[in-house]
């Protein structure tokens, strides 16, 4: 259970960190409530998880997720530029992430 918190958590803060595009600065009401709403949920997930995951993994499965998803999502939603490096560093992220899920002690 506390790996499936964590990867919600984990989406969670790519809805938030996409949301703060959509908030124009905090200036749109619906957008803000919504991208405060979801880093609330965010971090108490990152916090439930962190219960019994040991606090470096889950925060940076929690970042690396996060950062994969929103550099995606920026490309795809935003137009922003995707490069071959940037895929194979994305790709590298995302081999990190179930690296550090594989390597973690397990939770008594």
Do not use: D
Not at 46 to 70: D, E, F, N, Q
Not at 76 to 98: H, N, S
């Amino acid at each position: 259970m506390p790996w499936f918190k964590l990867a919600i958590a984990g989406l969670l803060e790519i809805g938030w960190a996409i949301g703060l595009k959509y908030t124009h600065g905090f200036t749109r009401p619906v957008p803000s409530v919504l991208t405060i709403g979801a880093i609330i949920a965010s971090m108490w997930l990152l916090a439930s998880a962190a219960r019994t995951i040991p606090i470096g993994t889950a925060y940076a499965v929690w970042v690396g997720i996060g950062a994969s998803g929103a550099a995606v999502l920026g490309v795809v939603l935003f137009r922003e530029p995707f490069t071959l490096a940037r895929g194979v560093f994305l790709g590298l992220l995302v081999v990190a992430i179930l690296g550090l899920k594989l390597t973690a002690p397990t939770a008594q």
